[in-house]
């Protein structure tokens, strides 16, 4: 995992990974196939918002399970706002490791403002290498305006890459993106052995350019095919009913039998 700190020099840091990139790259991947909850386009740009800011961990999971089934293979550059990093922490590589991502394929980018965040984001969508871009930013900022959201769109549809752009602390606004999303972290269900779950989420799309159908999936992250998968049905989930009585009424019941 290569990580350019926020300086003066950022882009420039950035351009020469990014040919460097370009020379080792082979032959471009296929589009992303269907998830299993609904099927994303690529080489555009999809907004991912946070349901409140105890979901900015959630947001940046989900966004960065997107890129991975949207890079097909290619490297995959993460944008962080610092800001972000400081309300929902750093990425860490054996964290990254269980999603299923080697931190080889990544090139960490972290900005101290949403301006140079955008600017990288144009810059590595427009690179032939790079098979999706995620930007993680926290809060609200005018340099997230429409002509902003036009200018990344460009940038994907130029370059090929596919732009997950997740955020925390904000509300939806318009913007050139094909989708826009709505997501929450869910409660996992405990594996065999009691071994901790995979990671869960509530993602509900709010939004498809052009219309289409919107829903609200529960779905989880399948590591090992690096994939969204539905949760498994719960065995044995549900009580009965008799047991849900209220006591008296069982008391009662029992007495007039008598």
């Known amino acids: 995992m290569k990580n350019i700190c926020s300086q003066s020099d950022t882009l420039v840091a950035l351009k020469s990974c990014l040919k460097a990139l370009d020379r080792a790259a082979g032959c471009r991947g296929s589009d992303a196939d269907d998830d299993g909850f609904v099927s994303l386009a690529t080489g555009v740009v999809h907004d991912v918002y946070a349901s409140a800011p105890a979901d900015a961990v959630a947001v940046n999971a989900f966004g960065l399970g997107m890129a991975l089934r949207a890079a097909a293979g290619r490297p995959i550059v993460w944008g962080l706002h610092e800001m972000m990093a400081q309300e929902a922490g750093r ?19 972290r900005t101290r403002d949403v301006q140079t965040l955008l600017a990288v984001g144009e810059e590595a969508l427009r690179s032939p290498a790079v098979g999706a871009v995620l930007l993680s930013a926290w809060g609200e900022a005018k340099a997230f305006s429409l002509t902003a959201s036009r200018r990344l769109a460009l940038a994907a549809e130029t370059g090929g890459a596919t732009l997950f752009l997740a955020r925390a602390g904000a509300l939806p606004c318009p913007s050139a993106a094909e989708t826009r999303w709505s997501v929450a972290s869910c ?72």
């Open 91 to 109: 990425p860490h590589g054996p964290g990254l490791h269980e999603m299923g991502l080697s931190p080889r394929d990544l090139l960490l980018v």
């Open 187 to 258: 409660a996992s269900g405990p594996l065999e052995g009691g071994a901790p779950g995979r990671p869960s989420f509530s993602a509900t799309l709010l939004r498809r350019r052009g219309g289409g159908a919107t829903g609200t999936w529960i779905m989880e992250w399948d590591r090992e095919q690096r994939t969204f998968r539905s949760p498994a049905p719960l065995s044995g989930g549900l009580v009965p009913l008799a047991a849900q009585r209220p006591a008296a009424a069982s008391g009662a019941a029992g007495r007039r039998a008598a």
